[in-house]
């Protein structure tokens, strides 16, 4: 059945092509029976011929380009569903990573009691910007930038997280370690004394960059989401896209 699905377009042409000399060959039963001269029985036999050659190959280029049509816009729904579900997992991740980073409160325990995080692999977690270039033509150039915008924002949060956890692991958390700093409730002065100005206020600074690109990322992921998923039932509409609904 897939084989015949595939040839669908040829099969109907020639089909209409053994119906169009069928008339001919009936016609040209009737033309020999009746008294019409042979030449007018000639014209009317290789119009005939033509007219089903035409209507046949015609029939087939148009059912093949319908076909063509059908498998590019099942492309582009599936390019939409793909670049909606990057969106999804990418929400998922920030939101994970927004759960630990809501457990500190002030910039003294984001910076110093906040521990190194580790999370998974997203470097595989891309828009395939290229699958979306069709948008173009739908008058929405501006959601591709938007995308490529968002995807970069969300690189950098997952950035940010590994620059503070090297930091933090590496300069940070050996000097607590040798100055006795860790869990005691100690002034801010005296860490930033016996820390140096260099990495009590690059553990600061370091976690408010994190937080800020984490919390700035989910916020814009959802309109991003939400923004494509309502152009892709513009497009197509009835059709069905991947729902989400905010936690």
Excluded at 184 to 207: D, M, S, T, V, Y
């Amino acid at each position: 059945m897939k084989i015949l699905r595939n040839y669908q377009p040829e099969i109907f042409g020639a089909i209409v092509g053994l119906a169009a000399l069928n008339v001919w060959y009936l016609s040209s039963v009737a033309i020999e029976d009746s008294v019409v001269p042979k030449s007018y029985d000639y014209l009317v036999r290789a119009f005939t011929v033509a007219v089903g050659a035409f209507i046949g190959a015609f029939s087939a280029f148009w059912l093949k380009s319908y076909e063509e049509g059908k498998k590019y816009k099942a492309s582009q729904k599936r390019s939409l569903n793909s670049a909606l579900f990057v969106l999804v997992r990418q929400i998922n991740a920030i939101h994970c990573i927004k759960q630990d980073l809501e457990k500190y409160k002030t910039p003294f325990e984001r910076g110093l009691s906040l521990p190194a995080m580790k999370p998974p692999d997203y470097s595989n977690l891309k828009q395939d910007i290229e699958s979306l270039h069709f948008l173009i033509d739908n008058d929405s150039a501006q959601i591709l930038m938007e995308l490529t915008v968002e995807q970069e924002r969300f690189e950098q949060a997952i950035n940010s997280i590994n620059l503070r956890n090297e930091f933090y692991v590496k300069e940070v958390q050996p000097a607590l370690s040798f100055h006795a700093l860790n869990g005691r409730p100690l002034p801010l002065a005296e860490f930033e004394e016996k820390l140096g100005e260099r990495l009590f206020q690059g553990a600061i600074n370091g976690a408010a960059t994190l937080y800020e690109h984490v919390y700035t990322s989910e916020g814009s992921l959802h309109e991003k989401y939400t923004e494509l998923r309502d152009l892709a039932k513009k497009i197509f509409p009835g059709e069905k896209f991947i729902a989400w609904t905010k936690m």
